[in-house]
């Protein structure tokens, strides 16, 4: 139902990257990988500075098996705002993950 309103939403909207963000939280919910990344990409294409779009493909990455891309991501956001907590915990995470690998 959701997914049905939110595709609604961009027929008359494409360019709301909200709602991309939105959809990718759906995909991970479901564990729809491959629609996860298309949806995150989007967004990041419509508003590649925000740091959420940035922060959602991360999080897709690390949760579809590419860590280090997440990692990387993570890392770009930081180096622009450094305080980002989400991103701070998301890597602290990963990093603790992949030392127990």
């Known amino acids: 139902m959701a ?8 027929i008359f909207s494409p360019s709301l990257y909200q709602t991309y963000l939105s959809l990718t939280q759906i995909d991970i919910t479901e564990k729809r990988g491959d629609l996860a990344f298309m949806h995150a990409q989007k967004a990041v294409e419509l508003q590649p500075q925000d740091p959420q779009s940035l922060y959602v493909l991360g999080v897709v990455n690390a949760q579809f098996g590419q860590p280090d891309e997440a990692i990387k991501i993570f890392e770009s956001i ?3 705002y450094p305080t980002y907590e989400p991103v701070v915990n998301a890597l602290r995470e990963i990093k603790t993950m992949l030392s127990k690998t």
Request: glycine letters at 0%; zero cysteines; aromatic letters at 10%.
């Open 3 to 10: 997914r049905e309103s939110y595709n609604t939403a961009l």
């Open 78 to 80: 930081l180096a622009v």
